[in-house]
């Protein structure tokens, strides 16, 4: 007799179905932790390459003078170097997938104020993932 939580228990699936079977549609990710910069204003550079061809980002990144576009274009870097090293995918023909900063532990600071209070200062990190795709699988 069979119960009736196996009967309406999913089967297992194997890892070939987990697996995305179009070699050109891979995504490749590269991920810089614990970067000692604001979310927040990291964030704002990460919005502005989004979807963007790699060649294309890089020369947003290279003209932009904030600290934060230093930062995202070590990471590209990164995850182009991993499509060309592991997947042999040429960098022409990649473009940013997903570009996304979440946040990180803070280092709290105490900042002494008048009557023997004190305010904490927070100084906050970020976790930056940027993920390239090949342009043809894009179409």
Known sequence: MVSENEKTRRPKRSIQHRQNKDENNIEIKAVAKFLRASPRKVRSVANTIRGKSVSEAFQVLEMSPKKAARLIEKVLRSAVANAENNANLSSDS????????????????IWPRGRGRADIIQRRMCHVTVAVKSIEAKS
Not at 94 to 109: E, W
Request: hydrophobic share 25%; charged share 40%; glycine share 6%.
């Open 94 to 109: 990649l473009y940013i997938s997903r570009c996304f900063v979440d946040d990180g532990p803070r280092y709290k600071r």
